[in-house]
């Protein structure tokens, strides 16, 4: 078996909170907290979870768009949590981002031609100026935008356009990964399909490895290989799709699960409604971060933190009920 494309072990990002007149570093947000997982190339993998479970910290962290607290990020047996500027250059060119808002991620006064030729010569991709012209106009092609549309300027595009500039700017880089951070979230839903249509369709092409980012299960369930779940700043299940959509394990999996809608019309789960709210990163909860909200809560959740463990083939899942812990529910 091939080594994996990216691994991320015991990842941790704590950010200070600064208080008081001296802006003393009293608290820290506990934004991921001790994250680990594996994408393979050519795999998609989501990582799902409410607003405000870290999953796009543990996306930005991979970017390296800041520094991590503790832990490991490994591309292609290289770590690059540390790695010194001349390595990092290049590995910044193999793992690309797209953003959910396209407005605001690209530059307003530039052309598209030179959106996309920014990171051809970054990286030094282009042997001439008729190499970098035949890169952008494919990059075009590749994206299903008209060639004469290189001129334009992102505000004469409309968001699924806007979107697919995006990734022709990340595909610009020749990535093996790309990081998909919320990129369908604010477009249309005819928009959406199209996008992880093109998304797809781009994997195949180009053995790409996708990070895919969302809170959205109806668009993940269609193009995921594995999903990763996320809460309050741990995984608390990863499995394959069809596993995790057909039987989840964590009674948090359950609850998120049970609002996506069914296919055929007129079917419905059985909605599970959470108590409270999201407990604060600041202050989370002690035992199991989700003891506060869990149906299935029992007096060792409270005290416990549960622990990854497998529940079947490619399936883990952080929850003492795992392990055959008698309980009652409360
Ligand atoms: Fe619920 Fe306890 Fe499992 Fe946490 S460990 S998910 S509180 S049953």
Not at 222 to 247: C, D, Q, S, W
Not at 318 to 329: M, N, R, V
Request: proline fraction near 7%; charge should be positive.
């Amino acid at each position: 078996m091939s080594p994996p494309l990216l691994q991320v072990n015991d990842l941790k990002k704590h950010f200070p909170v600064k208080k008081g007149l001296f802006q003393r570093k009293s608290e820290f947000v506990y934004a991921v907290d001790g994250v680990s997982f594996e994408i393979a190339r050519g795999e998609t993998l989501s990582l799902v979870g409410e607003s405000g479970c870290g999953k796009s910290t543990v996306g930005r962290a991979i970017l390296r768009l800041f520094d991590i607290t503790s832990g490991q990020v490994i591309l292609d047996g290289q770590r690059i949590d540390d790695a010194a500027p001349n390595t990092m250059r290049q590995m910044r060119r193999r793992v690309q981002v797209v953003f959910q808002d396209p407005f605001s991620s690209l530059n307003p006064r530039m052309r598209v031609r030179d959106i996309l030729a920014e990171p051809i010569r970054n990286f030094g991709l282009a042997k001439s100026a008729e190499d970098l012209e035949v890169r952008v106009t494919a990059l075009m092609d590749t994206v299903r935008l008209p060639r004469e549309a290189l001129n334009r300027r992102p505000h004469e595009f409309s968001g699924g356009q806007r979107q697919r500039i995006g990734i022709a700017r990340a595909l610009a880089a020749e990535p093996e990964l790309i990081v998909c951070d919320e990129a369908v979230s604010a477009l249309d839903v005819s928009v959406k399909a199209q996008i992880v249509n093109l998304l797809q369709d781009l994997q195949r092409e180009f053995g790409l490895a996708l990070l895919f980012i969302s809170h959205d299960l109806a668009i993940v369930e269609h193009m995921t290989h594995r999903v990763a779940v996320m809460y309050l700043g741990k995984i608390v299940e990863v499995a394959p799709r069809r596993e995790i959509f057909a039987a989840p394990r964590h009674p948090y999996t359950r609850a998120l699960l049970s609002a996506v809608p069914l296919p055929e019309p007129g079917a419905q789960r059985n909605p599970i409604i959470l108590k409270g709210d999201v407990p604060s990163p600041i202050n989370p909860p002690k035992g199991c971060r989700f003891h506060t909200r869990c149906p299935l809560v029992f007096d060792r959740c409270r005290v416990e933190e549960p622990t990854l463990r497998s529940a079947g083939p490619e399936q883990w899942v952080a929850c003492h009920l795992e392990d055959g812990t008698a309980a009652t529910a409360e």
